[in-house]
């Protein structure tokens, strides 16, 4: 006996919203909806060309009765609804009845059921809306598949504004995994353009599983699990949270320039927006100053207290004490960042461990088993011959630098906070994109010369390059086609660190140290001799420099008060953050101190913008004495993709020996096919 009825037409006018389907993203997710609500625990989506030449979805649910399957394209026809009153009780996804008959309308649509106690599935078809067949008997397994076939195939205008393809696919997946995330049960897999899975969930019931295998493990690791019950305001939430970071940061900067963000909302099981919620969770991160890639929440709220029938597609509900829910998840979320707050903090090293860091070991290096990949051949080039000593790394992400790197011992940390540089000079503008842009002669000058001076030749080296390795603590192996070439690592992480300089001056993030750390104990430390007035003097210098010092390059200094009354001492309180997660040899300040000093020419403009910018990259780069076998900060590796991206290299490394060819495949092969 059939479940799905005609509603009667007062229901109808209630709550009939003559719901269109606009894209294929619209008809997955009604598809999808149908599948959970008959409490499917597998759902694979399958698409052609975005959707728009095929759209299936295929489930493992209940199933529907062969007596109802004249009635799932018909409007206002629906098992989920009987009366006006069920509305305050509604929990499943649809209730309209609209959905499939929307589809069917400008679609080609087969629909195949078995329930599990029937023998055998039943399949029936439609096109523009009406049936164009009896039902027949046909082979499946429990559970539904719908298939819809040349989606507005009637309508070249809408085909036409469709044509993008790969957004119409990006724009299922994107919907396909809002739903895994919050289904974590339920198995969902998109395959597109019969070329495997594109997105595959496993339904272990864990978000932080769904969030690692969808967006990465970078993103899910330490996520922050989100639970919430208050019985006064009758609602639950549960979430997960990206760990967050500094909005002050690099990550953030490139996080803001790739418009990387997302808040998925679900309320009683469905995807809706509410800007209110979005906007108060945004402000309680910025006050703490951080941000987050990725915040999911879903909130179940006693259904009578939630009107679900406010908008066409479902995107919007209207619930009670809407502010006070607001109110209290906001409330809750400050706790939860407060309450461990230098978790999410970039780190650096403390000044104890700056100061044993003279006594560490030397670095020792390590095997790889890695081996270079050969890439394999396609249809195409199949019959084509590959030379052995022609064959190239493919991907520089089979390799990092910090595999040829033994653990080291120098963690030692102290947290830190991320400021803002005070804006004190006239001379730029504010992009659109917040970033300011200086009409400094001697700023263009300088960058100009960096590009003038570099070298064409060796820019497509790098562009182009793979690193295979570590010969030494002073060189790395880089491959570019078929030649292999040694490059002095100090020499290359100091010029790429200046170049990350010039050309962000004045945009720079920072750290904020947790321990301010003294001048004249840094000048000490740096094997200066002077007595204590001389280094003093030196110390107020550099404070009469910090406002310049902080608005260009983002590293600061203060004068702090002393606890016990004594005077105040000039410390260095801030950092520039260079490439995100990668943290300076913190045994080198003082050297950059001194640098500071004596090497910076402070009364011509452009010398001194050149001497404080190559200071800053020579603490950045690479101090072998220093050296405990950790190369980078353990809190990430560093982006070494910005040598391919950003590097200028200049044409006198040649000469200089910086980059020198060492050997190609192609003479390796010579000798040892020989062997």
């Not at 809750?332 to 461990?353: F, T």
């Not at 030196?538 to 002393?562: C, G, P, R, V, W």
């Amino acid at each position: 006996m059939g479940v799905i009825q005609q509603l009667p037409e007062d229901v109808v006018r209630k709550i009939a919203a003559g719901e269109v389907i606009v894209r294929p993203a619209n008809a997955v997710k009604e598809l999808i909806e149908n599948s959970l609500d008959a409490g499917a625990t597998e759902i694979t989506v399958t698409i052609k060309e975005g959707g728009m030449t095929l759209l299936q979805v295929k489930d493992n649910g209940t199933g529907i009765y062969k007596d109802d399957l004249p009635l799932v394209c018909e409007r206002f026809a629906t098992s989920k609804l009987r009366s006006i009153d069920d509305l305050s009780r509604m929990t499943t996804f649809g209730f309209r009845g609209e959905a499939l008959a929307s589809i069917a309308m400008v679609s080609s649509l087969n629909v195949t059921s078995k329930r599990r106690d029937a023998p055998c599935a039943y399949q029936i078809a439609y096109k523009n809306g009406a049936m164009t067949g009896r039902i027949r008997p046909s082979a499946g397994g429990d559970g539904t598949t719908i298939t819809v076939d040349g989606l507005f195939e009637a309508s070249e205008s809408r085909r036409a504004a469709l044509k993008n393809h790969a957004e119409e696919s990006a724009r299922v997946i994107d919907i396909v995994a809002k739903y895994a995330v919050h289904r974590p049960d339920v198995s969902f897999i998109v395959m597109r353009d019969e070329r495997g899975c594109d997105l595959r969930s496993l339904g272990t019931g864990k978000r932080e599983d769904v969030l690692g295998v969808l967006y990465g493990d970078e993103l899910c690791k330490e996520a922050l699990v989100l639970r919430l019950n208050d019985p006064t305001l009758h609602f639950e939430m549960e979430g997960i949270m990206a760990s967050p970071y500094s909005i002050h940061s690099a990550e953030a900067k490139d996080s803001k320039r790739k418009r990387n963000k997302q808040f998925v909302l679900f309320i009683n099981n469905r995807p809706v927006s509410c800007a209110v919620l979005k906007s108060s969770t945004e402000q309680t991160l910025a006050s703490k100053g951080l941000a987050t890639t990725y915040l999911m929440m879903a909130l179940m709220i006693d259904p009578s207290r939630v009107d679900v029938n406010v908008h066409p597609t479902k995107d919007c509900v209207f619930f009670l004490q809407q502010d006070d829910v607001t109110e209290r998840i906001q409330e809750y979320l400050d706790a939860v960042l407060e309450a461990d707050i230098n978790k999410y903090r970039p780190k650096l090293p403390s000044l104890q461990s700056m100061m044993e860091a003279q006594m560490l070991a030397p670095l020792g290096l390590s095997r790889s088993s890695d081996s270079v990949k050969t890439p394999q051949p396609t249809k195409s080039d199949s019959s084509e011959k590959r030379c052995d000593y022609n064959l190239v790394r493919v991907s520089g992400s089979e390799r990092r630098l910090e595999q040829f790197f033994l653990p080291g011992h120098s963690s030692a940390h102290a947290t830190v906070d991320t400021v803002d540089a005070p804006s004190s000079q006239e001379d730029y503008r504010v992009t659109e994109s917040g970033t300011r842009e200086f009409s400094l002669e001697s700023i263009e000058s300088l960058r100009q010369s960096v590009i003038r001076e570099s070298s064409t030749e060796l820019r497509a080296i790098f562009k182009g390059h793979f690193v295979v390795g570590c010969a030494s603590p002073e060189c790395v192996l880089l491959q570019h086609d078929t030649t292999l070439y040694a490059c002095t690592l100090q020499t290359l992480l100091e010029e790429i660190m200046y170049q990350i300089i010039l050309f962000s001056l004045g945009n720079l993030g920072s750290y904020r140290l947790d321990e301010p750390l003294p001048v004249v104990e840094l000048l000490k430390a740096s094997g200066c001799e002077e007595g204590d007035e001389q280094l003093k003097e030196a110390a107020t210098f550099l404070s009469s420099k910090a406002s310049m010092l902080n608005d260009f390059f983002s590293l600061n200094f203060e004068e702090i008060q002393e606890t016990d009354g004594g005077e105040a001492r000039v410390c260095i309180t801030t950092l520039p953050s260079l490439i995100h997660a990668h943290s300076p040899q913190m045994a080198a300040l003082p050297e950059l101190i001194l640098c500071l000093l004596v090497e910076v020419d402070w009364d011509e403009e452009i010398r001194c913008i050149e001497g404080v910018a190559r200071s800053i990259a020579a603490f950045y780069g690479l101090h072998k004495r220093w050296l405990d076998g950790d190369l980078y900060s353990s809190d990430g590796n560093t982006k070494w993709t910005s040598v391919k991206d950003r590097l200028f290299p200049p044409s006198k490394w040649t000469e200089a020996g910086i980059l020198t060819p060492l050997t190609s495949i192609h003479d390796l092969y010579k000798i040892f096919e020989r062997c």
